[in-house]
């Protein structure tokens, strides 16, 4: 099977989700930060730029915790809101709206990349920006993401798995979204999306959208961070368990600047 044509996500990609990205995602972030932050520990890592940071989720957190943290995102919305949060919870946290494959801020111990978030390139785009994350990176820096697993979905009736029908309350506005995905032999997930938004006691706003992500095998990370300055020190489960390549849904990769 052929899935729908995949190309880099735009910057405007996120613009409508963001206004209520943090209801839906801040239970699935707890434990791969957690995760994130025994691995840097581990490095002895002090300085961590997170070129994908979205509203905030690792940003904060890894803060917290004590870490020199710089965000980026291609997303205005979504880095507004993280300002907003900064501003309201007292961080003094600096933010840039930039490419992953572009941005250039200075070295740190590390880069992440979380949530899927390389899925949004092309493998073209992706293995350039893995060269401008190893220039933003101190020699013998870490490089940190996550991404589903190829060889996991392609497996049986797995990506029935990512069938969701979620629903939150956000003051008296009621959100729903019912999304389900295919997969194909090339990587390409393609996800379809029903959007269901309900103030009060108005009629339900309905709207539809797709997007396609890009993922590996193990692999093929392997391969290709090879290629463009990184060596694997480690794959595993998003909680930090030992990966497997036919059962683990989603992997997280530390490689390591040469």
Known sequence: ??????????????????????????????????????????HNVSSVLDMTCGTGAQVFYLAKQGF?????????????????????????????????CSLKVGTFDAVITIFNAIGHLTK??????????????????????DIFNLRYFLEGNNITRLTIDWQKMTGNTKIRDIQYSTIDDDGVLASYTIHSEQHGSE????SESSQTLQIYTAQQLQEMLDRNGFTVLQQCNIDGSPFDKTSSERMLIVAQKR
């Open 1 to 42: 099977m052929k899935n729908k044509f995949h190309e880099s996500a735009l910057p405007s990609h996120y613009d409508k989700a963001a206004e209520h990205y943090d209801a839906f995602n801040k239970e699935n972030t707890r434990l791969i930060n957690q995760t994130i932050d025994t691995i840097l520990k581990k």
């Open 203 to 206: 009629q339900p706003k309905i």
């Open 68 to 100: 020199e943290v710089v965000g980026s995102d291609i997303n205005a919305n979504m880095l507004n809101i993280a300002k907003e949060k900064a501003e309201k919870e007292g961080f003094d946290i600096r933010f840039i709206q930039e490419d992953m």
């Open 124 to 145: 073209k785009d992706f293995e350039k920006a893995m060269r401008n994350v190893a220039d933003n990176l101190h020699n013998g820096g870490l490089y940190i993401f």
